[in-house]
């Protein structure tokens, strides 16, 4: 959405190497302009975007009869009205690049990115997008040795003041390091 003279932050980085990037790099993407950041400015919970999205990803599915391109479309223009970014030309433009048009395939994929896209800066809704499709594809930042959390884990107090419960479903998760383990799967997470 934003401009192409505007450079992604590397994520991962120690703090020197980012001082050093944002250094060498001062019109790198920020995560949020100064404009939406302040105490009254609206927050949006459930967007026309999300919904829009959700409904195409449900036509897709065979779940509604709806025009899954007509959402979609529809969908990723709301984002960019949310934000305040839409120009026709730049969309029109957007929607057409074969990465983005769902007529160029890979459709289910296309959509996913587009909702998990539209959750930021809500990076939980976007984080579970990504659990519950797989998409779109994530490595884990340069350097960690550790795969992409897929969930958050009972707390330290939880096994003792609750063990007999802890126990019944913490053993339901299975990850690398064992049943309470954050890179454990919940039962909707895509496989």
Do not use: C
């Not at 003279?5 to 190497?17: A, E, H, I, K, Q």
Request: cysteine-free; aromatic content about 14%.
């Amino acid at each position: 959405i934003v401009g192409s003279s505007t450079v992604g932050f590397p994520y991962g980085l120690t703090r020197d190497n980012a001082v050093a990037f944002a250094n060498a790099n001062t019109n790198y993407a920020r995560l949020q302009n100064p404009a939406w950041a302040q105490a009254t400015s609206p927050i949006v919970i459930l967007g026309a975007a999300h919904v829009l999205l959700a409904r195409a990803e449900a036509a897709f599915l065979g779940w509604t009869s709806e025009d899954v391109t007509t959402l979609y479309n529809n969908g990723i223009r709301a984002s960019w009205e949310q934000w305040g970014v839409y120009d026709a030309a730049a969309f029109a433009a957007y929607i057409a690049n074969p990465k983005v048009s769902l007529a160029a395939g890979d459709a289910y994929r296309k959509i996913a990115t587009q909702e998990w896209l539209a959750w930021y800066p809500n990076g939980t809704q976007g984080w579970n997008v990504w659990r519950r499709t797989g998409y779109p594809t994530l490595t884990p930042a340069p350097g960690q040795p550790n795969p992409i959390p897929r969930r958050i884990p009972y707390g330290p107090g939880e096994p003792q003041t609750n063990p007999t419960n802890f126990a019944t479903a913490a053993a339901r998760y299975t990850g690398p390091d064992g049943s309470n383990s954050q890179f454990g799967r919940m039962w909707w997470d895509k496989q």
